[in-house]
């Protein structure tokens, strides 16, 4: 049977490097949402506290300034922020996928966490690999962050920003069926002058995604506001490669095709699209990348999905009194974030 449903995606930017206080924006935005109907609601790519676009403007060096506050206002799961995030999706009966900086202990990650709408936490990912500059900040996720959950709205599945360029984890996501694809995006007002960071590419990307995997995809994406700008931007060499706003958010139909009518660069918002699951079967009868449009004789994907651990522990064998041996470590025996 066919299912029905209104989504939503965020253009807006946060209280940069405040959590609370951008804790208290996406409340808004989810209420917001929920008021006029939606089931889910999407926000961009670290969104709390704000994307660390220092890291394109001076060298890593001199970013150090940002470390400590940055570090202290990142989200920690299972904290009294993360909390405020399960209330809201709860409150408002909705179902929330939120772009996070993720703080473990003293590294941070690139992460995407799916609320159900009553509150619980569905999945947690990382980023696999940070791009470029993001790999003096953030750390990486593993296999087990390929994930899609099943939920009453269906199968949902996230990735961030160039995760969309990477072709064999795209199709590790296909090939768990996914039907709605968050695809969250920082914003695209940073380095005007490389074509491969703006909006025409990155937005094809999306559009890309939703053809490829017959899917519908969720774009959210952030906004440079005026009072980030000012903050970030110390001199004209650095006005030059950061620029106000850069949200392109958008929705795409499993054919392709764009559902919203786009917002400013510069305007902050919500872009509502209806969703039919029965498309999916429209779009699939042309093309299924897992099934009758695979070939898996000629090629086919290696999935390692076992979370890494850096710690695993030796559990100790008693053979006979007096003599212990350490035998291997175990699949399931490990110390580690999740």
Not at 54 to 70: E, G, M, T, V
Not at 107 to 128: N, V
Not at 187 to 215: D, H, I, R, W
Request: aromatic letters at 10%.
């Amino acid at each position: 049977m066919s299912t029905v449903f209104k989504a939503a995606v965020v253009q807006a930017a946060p209280e940069f490097m405040r959590l609370n206080a951008s804790i208290d924006k996406a409340v808004s935005l989810i209420e917001e949402a929920a008021a006029n109907g939606a089931s889910l609601v999407a926000f961009s790519e670290c969104w709390l506290p704000g994307y660390p676009w220092w890291i394109w403007l001076s060298p890593a060096a001199a970013n150090i300034r940002y470390f400590q506050s940055y570090h202290e206002n990142c989200l920690v799961k299972g904290s009294n922020a993360f909390e405020r995030l399960s209330v809201a999706a709860q409150k408002h009966n909705i179902f929330l996928s939120m772009g996070a900086s993720e703080r473990d202990h003293g590294s941070l990650y690139i992460a995407q966490f799916l609320f159900g709408r009553d509150g619980h936490l569905l999945a947690a990912r990382r980023k696999l690999k940070p791009t470029h500059m993001e790999r003096t900040v953030f750390g990486e996720g593993d296999g087990s962050d390929l994930q899609v959950c099943d939920t009453e709205l269906g199968q949902v599945g996230q990735l961030c920003c160039w995760e969309h360029l990477q072709p064999l984890s795209k199709y590790a996501m296909y090939s768990m069926h996914e039907q709605i694809h968050v695809a969250a995006w920082p914003s695209f007002s940073c380095y005007p002058q490389a074509y491969s960071l703006g909006p025409k590419l990155n937005g094809a990307a999306s559009q890309v995604y939703a053809v490829e995997g017959s899917c519908y995809v969720l774009a959210p994406c952030g906004v440079v506001s005026e009072d980030m700008h000012d903050f970030l931007v110390d001199n004209e060499q650095q006005a030059e490669l950061l620029l106000k706003g850069g949200g392109y958010a958008q929705i795409y139909a499993p054919d392709g095709s764009p559902m919203c009518s786009p917002l400013g660069p510069e305007e902050e918002g919500i872009l509502y699209a209806d969703i039919d699951l029965g498309a999916i079967a429209v779009a699939k009868s042309f093309a299924d990348p897992v099934g009758h449009y695979s070939r898996p004789d000629v090629t086919r994907l290696w999935l390692n999905r076992k979370p890494q651990m850096t710690v695993n522990d030796f559990a100790p064998i008693i053979a006979d009194e007096g003599d212990v041996e350490n035998n291997e470590p175990s699949d399931n025996a490990g110390v580690g974030s999740d």
